[in-house]
């Protein structure tokens, strides 16, 4: 579950940050940029550390190959990211590269819910 809130959060967040270019006053755009990144890296945080136990405990025999195969994804990401967000800014301005991106999380959050397994604490067994 504090898989699901912490991604949900990050897309919450995200799709916001594309908001933040309509505050004009300049102490509430850099509160609103502070706290949503603020809430961002506690659910990441969260996300992140929830995930790792959930793929150790899954596949306790392949955990080395499911952290690198994780850390490989994540790295990956990190090298295409600049580019397709700047492509998207040339498209649709400042907010639509977070707009996409919070979306995606949003849509991948959703399948979180059926791709987690289902623990005996979790189901109340």
């Given at each position: 579950?504090?898989?699901?809130?912490?991604?949900?959060?990050?897309?919450?967040?995200?799709?916001?940050?594309?908001?933040?270019?309509?505050?004009?006053?300049?102490?509430?755009?850099?509160?609103?940029?502070?706290?949503?990144?603020?809430?961002?890296?506690?659910?990441?945080?969260?996300?992140?550390?929830?995930?790792?136990?959930?793929?150790?405990?899954?596949?306790?025999?392949?955990?080395?190959?499911?952290?690198?195969?994780?850390?490989?994804?994540?790295?990956?990401?990190m090298i295409f990211a600049p580019t397709l967000g700047s492509a998207l800014y040339d498209v649709g301005g400042f907010g639509l590269p977070f707009w996409i991106v919070g979306g995606i999380f949003a849509v991948q959050t959703s399948t979180l819910f059926?791709?987690?397994?289902?623990?005996?604490?979790?189901?109340?067994?």
């Open positions: 579950m504090l898989c699901v809130t912490g991604a949900l959060i990050q897309a919450i967040c995200t799709i916001l940050f594309g908001f933040l270019d309509q505050i004009e006053d300049k102490n509430a755009f850099i509160g609103g940029s502070l706290m949503l990144r603020f809430l961002s890296g506690m659910a990441e945080a969260a996300a992140w550390n929830a995930g790792m136990t959930i793929l150790v405990a899954t596949y306790p025999a392949m955990k080395n190959t499911m952290m690198a195969l994780t850390e490989t994804a994540f790295g990956t990401g059926y791709a987690i397994p289902k623990s005996d604490f979790y189901t109340g067994k």
